[in-house]
């Protein structure tokens, strides 16, 4: 255990059934595999005492034992990542008190992020910790691939959609982020033991079909998001487009600086 403050094991779900790109953990980000770049973005969180790859598919987990990374197999029919996580936790035979899912195709995520929302939520009493940074181009803003979220006063989601939420009254497109801050949401979870099991112990919810986000179950049977906002950029990827985006941010980074850890992502 890094630091005993916190219990705190990281499991980052990863498959190769994605829609918008084919063996997306496989693909090759600057000489190491996607998966394994989300995987060393994760480590160095001085409060991680594990880091699991919960996957369906000996493929990953053949790559994680060439790197050197702990990976648990699941089922091939998880309803989603969480679902997933829920599964390595209870066939580790686990409780820890916080458990960390990082989205697998997050190699922007870095370790100062991490610790930083894990220290904010402990000071919360919400039920689930999550990451969210500004959107800054109209093309994101409209993409249906970004998760845009609202939050109140005290950094609790209220909202998550893949549509521009909130809608602004009387604004062309062009003038929306000049008149409003949006937010778009990164795919970090950090969750009570007790929260992860209620989740996949409870049905999905009619607004997590409608827009397939799985974090509104939570929202929608009144459980508290707190919303930890980064001044990082940062890109996941869920196409072919982000992942050319994020191989030259590693290219362009590595001109600058090839000896120096990759934590200011641009």
Sequence with gaps: ?????????????????????????????????????????????????????????????NICDEHNISSVMTSTNAKSGTDRVYEAISKLGIKPEYILNVQGDEPLINHIDIDDLIESFAQSDADVGTMICEIKSIEDLINPNIVKVIINSKNEAIYFSRSPIPFVRDSKPEELL???????????????????????????????????????????????????????????????????KVRKIFENHSKRDPHKSLISHF
Excluded: W
């Excluded at 989300?38 to 160095?44: I, P, Q």
């Excluded at 778009?184 to 950090?190: E, N, P, Q, S």
């Design 1 to 61: 255990m890094k630091n005993d403050n916190f219990a705190v094991v990281a499991v980052i779900p990863a498959r190769l059934g994605s829609t918008r790109l084919a063996d997306k953990p496989l693909l090759d980000l600057a000489g190491k595999p996607l998966i394994v770049r989300t995987c060393l973005a994760v480590k160095d969180s001085k409060y991680l005492s594990a880091i699991f790859v919960a996957t369906d598919n000996t493929k990953i987990s």
């Design 178 to 244: 000049q008149k409003h801050k949006f937010y778009k949401h990164v795919g970090i979870y950090l969750y009570k033991y007790s929260t992860l099991e209620y989740f996949v112990k409870t049905e999905q919810s009619k607004l997590e079909l409608a827009e397939n986000l799985e974090q509104l179950r939570l929202i929608e049977n009144g459980k508290k998001i707190f919303c930890h906002e980064t001044f990082s950029e940062i890109q996941g990827v869920d196409t072919a487009e982000d992942l050319e």
